[in-house]
Each structure stands twice: as structure tokens, then as C-alpha cells.
């Protein structure tokens, strides 16, 4: 099957190389009056780097790591805000935190917008889903049953159990596997995996049939590829959309999509039957009714009428949750752990808050126990400063003309808010790319949060588009890395230092570090 897919993203890209060089011409002639109007408003104003080439535009400036070049770009160009051309489409990079106060509140409306693509549409049922749905009615409703239904804070507290009895489980794998090395990434991806699919479903991963487990990750894993990685689509609109070429892009979303299917149709159904069984069974108990309506499937069965959601919308919904409840936690929690192991002092200094502050003898650190843990709090934020889990927001799209600064900013303008490089911007934090917790402790930036009122630190975003999910993931967070330095000592493997960490970051979806992050415990 892998050899098919080269194959065809082989052919897929010879195709639309010929087809770029033979119809550029033509590509021209119908984009000419919408490039001109866009580029006349834009291109006399707004700084841009030098170097500009025909039909790729500012590609090849824009390396493998894109929130590291963008911010290099904008040193020298515009560090507040810069134009670049990806291929055929101008596109507006804000990289400074007083420009994206003026994106994602100023004109926060003017901005709320997502460009649609043809990949997306697929993917997410004509994006019906939260994350990627253009700002309308649609998109307002579906935020309203995310943060009203399924991530309200009541529903955070409700779901402390579980959290506490999946770090339990963690903890266990550690004791078990104590003085070996154990890979890390690779558990916590597990842990988070573990968690979500208990969140939506109401089942332990291991509950599900036998085949469903390996389906599941490998349609995060596609998602991230297709949604994160190269689209021709996004560069070259015009391109994409001819018949030919729109049909190989689409044929890999649409096997993507024919997966997911399988999936959630089956997770749907049997919910459907449980509440169905439950509602007609003669011996009803108030346990298993709250037990049922509990997990995000249910809520979001409860509520379909009420909201006018069809089976496609809970779909896309769904893919959602799974997506972001996947990649953030599991990827914050990696990033800390390599701080933490860099940092030894850190590492140090959070162990002996951790274990003071724990009720001697209490099996696992517990969410009541988190409140007082000002340097685990402070920890964790130094981790999203420095590895914010998106590196660049998924584009905006301005849907009205705005004046930003002087620059006006046509309808239709992709925007991307370069949240690395504002964490990192040395006008706003002192030793940008040095690991300090400290610096949310005292100082000037001992009261900054991540909640997106802050505009130097974003790693969730801000505004209308905000991460719905972020006190889901404070909490799994603070709870996850607590316990891990609680019971455990940490080391590197087979005489490693920690000079010899590869530091590497992939772009994608989410950014992740190339090396997986294998680690020796040493129960303490």
C-alpha cells in the first residue's frame, strides 16, 4: 500500500510539474485581473523580500523548517508585517506580537476567516468542522457546542478520573520498565492517544476491536501529512482546480476520508445502540445513564437536533478533537522532558517542589495537589514559549478590506501569525531562545499566560480562532509531567550526554522534534 501511495505522489508530482511549465501562459491569463488588484493594493506598501521569482514566487526562500525562515525573512524585511508569495497566492506574515495585536484583536473579525481548499472539504465533510470551517453561522455554532458542551470547565473537572487513572497506567509502564531505556516519545503519544480516545468514545483504546487501534493512528498520522505537509492547491489555486490535476490531489484526501468513515460511523453507531438499549431497558440505573452521556460522542448525539448537526458534522467534529487532543499534549510533554533533561538544575529544582508539596506516601500527584506547583506551572510555559505546538497558525483570511498600520489589506489576503517566532521576539522576552522557567516567576513577565491575552505569548492563539481545548490541555499537562518527575529520575541512555540531544525540529501540522526521545527511569 506505502509503495502505491509513492507511486502516486511520484506520478502526482511529475503531472503537475508538466502541467505547471505548460500552463503557466494560460494559468497567467486567468489570474492576471485578481493578482494585479490584490498585488496593486499590497505589493506598493507593504515591505517584501527581495528575489521574488516567476510563478514560485518566495518559495524557494522558504526552507524545510517555514516558522524559522519566516522569522529570518521578517528580521530583514518586516518584522511586523511582511508580504511573501507562495507561488500564485500573496500571503501576509505578522511575526511581531504588536502586529498580531492588531490580527487577532483589533480587527479580530476582519481576520476570522479560513481559506477554503478542496483537501479540507474532503477531509472534514465540506468543513464542518471547527478548526478549518470559514468564519460564518456554521463556524459560530460548532464553537458554541465545543466550549458550551464538550470542553466547559465543568466537563474538565468531570473528567479528572479519567486523566488521573491514565497517568496511573503511565506510571505503572514506568515502574515495569525502571533502569531500561524506554522510549519516551513513544508513550507519551500513547498517553494522549489513550486519554482522547476515552474523552470521545467513553472506551479504553484497547477496548476497541481488534484492528480499530492501528486504523486510529494511522488517520492521525494522514491527517497531519495531508493537512500540515505540501498541497499544490494552497500555491497554485487556479492549477488545482483543473480537472486533471484536482483529481490526483483529491484521490489521497478521499482514501483518508473512506478511513475515517469506517471509523466513526462504527464509534457512532454503537453509541446510538448503547443509548437506545439504555433508554428501553428494563433495568435502568443512574450510574450507567451518567456513564453514557459523558463521553463526547453522546453529548454531541444529544445535542444534534438542538444544533441542526448532521452525522457528516459530528464527523468532522470528531476529527478535530482527536487531532488536537493527539498532537498537543504528547508533543509539549516530550518538548519539557528534553528541556528538563538539558536543564538538570530545572529538572532539580521542579523534583523537590513536586515531592515537597505531595502528601508523602500518595500514590500519583494528584490535580488537587497541582495548585501550589508555581515552578511546574511556570516549567510548562517555558516549554510552549520555546515550542509552541503549531509554530505557525493555520491561515486566516481576511474577509474584508483592513488598514493595519498604513498597509491596506485587501479581502481575500491569506495570513499566517508566525507563533514562533513572537514567543522568541527579543523586544519582548530576555534570553529569547534560553530556557528559563524563572522568568515566569519574577520580573516583567511573571503575570504573563497563555490564554491569549497576551500577545508575546500565543502558543494556543487568540481571538475568534483561539484552541477551544486550552484548559483540557492545561490540566493533562500539569498532571503528566508532575507525576513524571515525582516518582521517577530520568537519564539519557548508553553513556549519552545531553550535548548529544538532537535538537532538529520537522514542520508539519504540529512541529516535532526528528529524534524520538528515549530516556532510562530510575524509580526515586
Known sequence: MELNEAKTAQAAAAAAISLLLLLMLLLQYFTRSTRSQIHTKLLNKLPSPPWKLTVIGHMHLIGSLPHVSLRDLAVKHGPDLMLIHLGAVPTLVVSSPRAAEAVLRTHDLAFASRPRSMVTDIILYGAKDSCFAPYGDHFRNTRKMITVH???????????????????????????????AVDVSELLRSFANDLICRLVSGKFIWEWEEGRNRLFHELIQANSAILGGFNLENYFPA?????????IICARAMRVRRRW????????????????????????????????????IH??????????????????????????????????????????IRNPHVLAKLQEEVRRITPRGQEIVT??????????????????RLHPPGGITIPHLAREDCNIDGYMIPAG???????????RHANYWDKPDEFLPERFMDGNTKSTDFKGQDLHFLPFGSGRRMCP???????????????????????????????DMDMTDVFGLAIHRREKLILVPQVA
Open 413 to 423: 489576503t491569506r495570513v499566517l501569525i508566525n507563533l514562533w517566532a513572537i514567543s
Open 367 to 384: 490535580e488537587d495537589d497541582i495548585a501550589d506547583m508555581v515552578y511546574m506551572k511556570a516549567v510548562i510555559k517555558e516549554t510552549l
Open 239 to 247: 492549477l488545482a482546480r483543473m480537472k486533471l490535476v484536482s483529481n
Open 299 to 340: 453529548v454531541l448525539l444529544s445535542r444534534q437536533e438542538e444544533y441542526g448537526f448532521t452525522r457528516d458534522h459530528i464527523k468532522a467534529i470528531l476529527i478535530d478533537m482527536f487531532e488536537a487532543g493527539t498532537d498537543t499534549s504528547n508533543l509539549v510533554l516530550e518538548y519539557a522532558m528534553v528541556e528538563l
Open 261 to 296: 468513515d469506517q471509523l466513526l460511523d462504527k464509534l457512532i453507531d454503537e453509541h446510538v445502540a448503547s443509548k437506545l438499549l439504555l433508554a428501553h431497558g428494563d433495568n435502568k440505573d443512574d450510574n450507567d445513564e451518567q456513564k453514557v452521556d459523558s463521553d463526547f
Open 469 to 499: 481545548g486550552i484548559h483540557t490541555a492545561e490540566v493533562t499537562l500539569e498532571i503528566m509531567l508532575a507525576n513524571l518527575v515525582y516518582r521517577f529520575n530520568w537519564k539519557l541512555p548508553y553513556g549519552m550526554k545531553k550535548e
Open 150 to 180: 464538550l470542553l466547559n470547565s465543568n466537563k474538565v473537572k468531570s473528567s479528572r478520573p479519567v486523566r488521573e487513572e491514565e497517568v496511573r497506567l503511565v506510571i505503572a509502564k514506568l515502574r515495569d520498565a525502571a533502569m531500561s
